[in-house]
């Protein structure tokens, strides 16, 4: 018997466009499914939500996929908003 034999191996996957974000963002829909997901502002400053999957996670957080490629998230408040409300949004830079 050899010892210390090493082999390479490769794994095909499919890339795809993730986001990075705390877990502590995620949030569950209200609807009966219970979607997972994260609320958002578009372009007309209306709350959206988009149902997102959890790819991986890691001790500082979770890469999801299913928003746009730029969006908007709302990182504080978002149980207090329902989809469809208009907000005012402030951008974390301006943000003394």
């Known amino acids: 018997l050899d010892s210390g034999l090493t082999a390479d ?3 095909p ?3 795809r466009y993730a986001h990075f974000v705390s877990p502590s963002l995620l949030f569950l829909s209200a ?3 219970g979607e997972l997901g994260l609320k958002t502002v578009n372009a007309d ?3 959206e939500f988009y149902k997102t999957t959890i790819i991986t996670g890691g001790n ?5 996929d299913g928003l746009p490629h730029e969006t908007r998230l709302i990182t504080v408040g978002q149980g207090f908003v329902k989809t ?6 402030i951008d974390e830079a301006d943000i003394p």
């Open 31 to 33: 609807n009966s499914d």
């Open 45 to 47: 400053n209306e709350v």
């Open 84 to 89: 469809g409300a208009k907000v005012d949004p």
């Open 13 to 15: 996957v499919s890339e």
């Open 60 to 64: 500082d957080g979770v890469w999801v």
């Open 9 to 11: 191996i490769k794994v």
